[in-house]
């Protein structure tokens, strides 16, 4: 007799998809640079240089270069160029800054380990971008700076920032950890605020292999703050002016960051290729597609749609090997750790709305156009389904 459970339970454990699509392939992009990248290593060992020194200063010339700053000090992580970068701009105790709750964690740890209050304002819903209103409404006499992020890639809005900087006589500080190589207006990202922060996190459009950050700036005051801090507050000798950090770039991945940096065009344009396909193919389903502002070149660091069924379609989607993420899964003002700034459910529906609806399909420069279209044809498949 035959059992069809076991049947069921036979296909469950051997039917496995053909294809599966990760979220990132780190791997296959070593192997795509793996010479480059392995004698970029090794000139680092040979040269007996590890910490700050000719690599770090040449990738940070090259990145001011792309990004059009002035200047550029390498730190130890994104998150440590937030907090670096809003120290060189003044920002402590009894400051405000606002910013957005709909990031990831760290903009928000680094105003508040200086002493400062977060203040966040709710997204616009169709760019998931701090919205410029309604930061406007939350000045008070307490305001300092505004931290507008770059999320997914895409340039928060830079025309509306710099007017209520000038009118209010405020700093801003640009979050552009996902965002390097994007543009506004034609123009790069770092000819715009008081100061821009870059991660370079692993899986981030640039990334090293460990951690590492950059604060960009067109300010002299901002760069020779930065450069101090980073290193204990002295400017290289033993007499220290602030008190510092211990936050360098590594001469190692710097190495292995300029190596990548002479490829950054080309996966980019590849994400967007990718961007611009989905775009296409996902055009006839529920999926509300990201996006873009016309004044803007996004990089895609994610590709996040909406979906009315997202957790379905996410599950759709992994049992067929097709990884996606959620960022965020809850806005930062109901998050335990920040309960102390007194927010309650409902005080940002947008930031809050954006956490059930949200996905982030694969988009790295490494996915195949087979691995894409496998991704356009189970979504479309599920559509037809329901
Ligand atoms: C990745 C990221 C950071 C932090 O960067 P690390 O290099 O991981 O410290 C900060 N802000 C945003 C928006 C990020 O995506």
Redesign the pocket.
Known sequence: MRCTRCVAHWKAYYWSPLLTVPLADLVSQYHAIRSEIDAAVHNVFESGQFILGSYVEDLERLVAEVSGAAYAVGVN????A?LLGLAALGIGPGDEVITTPF??V??VEAICHLGARPVFADIIPRTFNLDPDDARRRITARTRAILP?D?FGQPADRAAYQQLAQEHGLQVLY?S??AIGARYDGMPLGAFGDALTL???PT?NLGAYG?A?MVLTNREDVRDRVRMLRFHGSDGGYEYDHVGYCSRLDALQAAILQVKLGHLEAWTETRRAHAAAYAECLRDTECVLPSSDPRVYHVYHQFTIRHPRRDALRAYLNERGIRTGVYYPSPLHLQKAYRHLGYVPGDFPEAERACREVASLPVHPEMTEEQQQYVCRTIVELHNRS
């Open positions: 992580s994104g998150t440590d937030l990031t990831f760290a903009t992020v999320l979050d950890a996902q991660s370079f996190f981030k951690d950050g």
